[in-house]
C-alpha cells in the first residue's frame, strides 16, 4: 500500500472526529447535520481509496443537505478535478471561495484547475493571491508563470 495512502487511512478517524466537532457547534439543531456527516464520511472514504466517482456521489448528497458548507463544495472540486471535470472542479472552488472568502489567497488547487481549463490569465492571478501565503513556494511561483 503507498505510504500515502496509509496516512489518509490513518488520519480518516482523526479527521472524521475533528470534522464532527467543527459541524456540531452552532448546528446542533439542524437535522440535517448527521445525515450530511455520514455523507461527508463516506465520501472521505472513498477519497482515501480512489474512488472518484463514488466520493463526487457522496459530496453532492451531503451538499443537497448543506448547501452552506463550504468545505463539502472544496472537497468535491478537489474530486472533480482528479475525475478530469475541470469545469466542475472550477465551479465548486468558486462557490467554496464565494461562501468562505478566506480560501481564495490559498486555494492553489483553483489555480491549477484554471491552468488546465485553458484560463491561463487567471491562473496566474490565482497563483500571485498565493504568493501571500506560500511567500517562498518555488512551486507556486512557477505555476504562476
Do not use: C
Request: glycine share 6%.
Amino acid at each position: 500500500m503507498p505510504r500515502a495512502t496509509l496516512v489518509l487511512i490513518l488520519m480518516l478517524p482523526i479527521f472524521v472526529i475533528a470534522l464532527v466537532a467543527a459541524e456540531r457547534r452552532g448546528f446542533a439543531d439542524e437535522p440535517a447535520v448527521d445525515e450530511a456527516m455520514k455523507h461527508h464520511q463516506k465520501a472521505f472514504a472513498h477519497e482515501a481509496a480512489g474512488r472518484w466517482l463514488d466520493a463526487a456521489e457522496e459530496y453532492t448528497a451531503a451538499i443537497k443537505l448543506r448547501p452552506n458548507q463550504a468545505s463539502l463544495y472544496d472537497r468535491r472540486g478537489g474530486v472533480y478535478f482528479k475525475l478530469g471535470e475541470i469545469e466542475k472542479s472550477l465551479a465548486d472552488f468558486d462557490k467554496a471561495i464565494e461562501l468562505n472568502p478566506a480560501l481564495e489567497e490559498d486555494h492553489w488547487r483553483r489555480g491549477i484547475s484554471l491552468y488546465y481549463a485553458g484560463r491561463f490569465a487567471e491562473g496566474s492571478a490565482q497563483f500571485e493571491l498565493g504568493k501571500s501565503v506560500y511567500a517562498n513556494d518555488v512551486e507556486n511561483a512557477v505555476w504562476r508563470f
